[in-house]
């Protein structure tokens, strides 16, 4: 359907457009509100072309959340990094899950557009969080020469992940010095 065809055009592209132009944490933003307004569109489009573009827009931005994977890969201690993309894995069968108890739900009382509706609802969550939670990746600063904000990103993931150890803290003085003197 026109859903799937817009994430395999969004999946192939957006992590690359994301790097070079906007920012990974700029990039999920842009998912998750594109997937809030487009999916509320699709529950109000007045005709069949409105619907089919509106839903394939949504298949843009759900094609966009490949770019969570490098996020939480970036943030994380490499000994994680099979579950955590486990875990990013099951928010997509949790998705369906949530998607089938709506229908069954919804689709006895109402209509489709009260479902679609339901189904913008987790987008508009995401989007409150993520608001709240997300910071720019290292790279992407790094490679835009934002490198003083990128000590500060590197210092953050640090203590995210608990490391104060020695080599880490003298990397990152080495890192603050070599931008001072630059």
Not at 45 to 54: D, E, F, G, V
Not at 75 to 96: D, E
Not at 134 to 162: C, G, K
Request: charged share 10%.
């Amino acid at each position: 359907s026109i859903v799937f065809l817009g994430e395999f055009v969004s999946a192939m592209i957006a992590g690359v457009l994301s790097d070079i132009f906007v920012g990974r944490s700029a990039m999920i933003l842009l998912a998750a509100s594109l997937l809030m307004v487009f999916g509320l569109v699709s529950a109000t489009a007045p005709n069949y072309i409105t619907l089919i573009a509106a839903r394939y827009i949504v298949g843009l931005a759900l094609g966009m959340f490949v770019i969570p994977y490098d996020v939480g890969i970036e943030w994380s201690p490499a000994p994680v990094w099979g579950k955590l993309v486990q875990f990013i894995c099951c928010w997509w069968g949790l998705g369906a899950a949530f998607i089938t108890c709506c229908a069954w739900i919804i689709l006895p009382i109402s209509n489709w557009r009260v479902l679609v509706i339901a189904a913008a609802f987790p987008a508009t969550v995401a989007f409150a969080i993520l608001c709240y939670i997300l910071r720019e990746s290292p790279l992407f600063l790094v490679e835009q020469e934002r490198y003083a904000e990128a000590v500060d990103s590197l210092a953050e993931v640090a203590h995210f992940n608990h490391d104060s150890s020695v080599e880490t803290t003298e990397a990152l003085n080495r890192l603050q010095k070599a931008i001072t003197y630059s």
